[in-house]
């Protein structure tokens, strides 16, 4: 049977990647697959969701069609509920696989989902490396982000010693 509501429950655990926790803990968070496993799922129709920053994948790539979602905001995102819902998941037996960089930031995320009554959840052993390493689908990583200057350097002389704002260089985006 179906169910269409996400119950709310005070005690859902934080999808906070788990830095404390070793790589076993952290992959027993709730059932965890190969890339391989991932892969034949997504194919047969669950929601691949990649959970990791955006600095994250403009690093290490992307994964065609995955949803990306912040891990912080996972009431928002697959609240079923709500026209405003992010991630194209339409019931709590919708199944799910959910990747990261690693085990420590999947984890929480799955273990949250599945508190929120979400039954078929998985998460990627070895994350995006794992996903990559394997040969399936991938996205080049884009320029990785330019850190932001600092005020001091924001604004120090140009080359004919007036005060600038730094070199600015076309499509390059700056780190928040």
Known sequence: ???????????????????????????????????????VRVQAGAVLVDVRSEAGRAATGSIPGATVTDRYALDEAFDLTSAARQVPVLALDTPIVVVCGSVRGSGPVA????????????????????????????LPPAQAPVPAQAPAQALAPTADGAAGAGPEVAGERRAR
């Open 111 to 138: 273990a949250a989902l599945r508190a929120r009554g979400f039954t078929d959840v998985v998460h990627v052993e070895g994350g995006f490396g794992a996903w990559d390493e394997a040969g399936l689908p991938t």
């Open 1 to 39: 049977m179906t169910t269409h509501t996400t119950p709310s429950t005070p005690s859902t655990p934080s999808p906070a990647p788990a830095v404390d926790l070793s790589l076993d803990e952290a992959g027993a968070l709730a059932p965890l697959v190969t890339a391989q496993a991932a892969a």
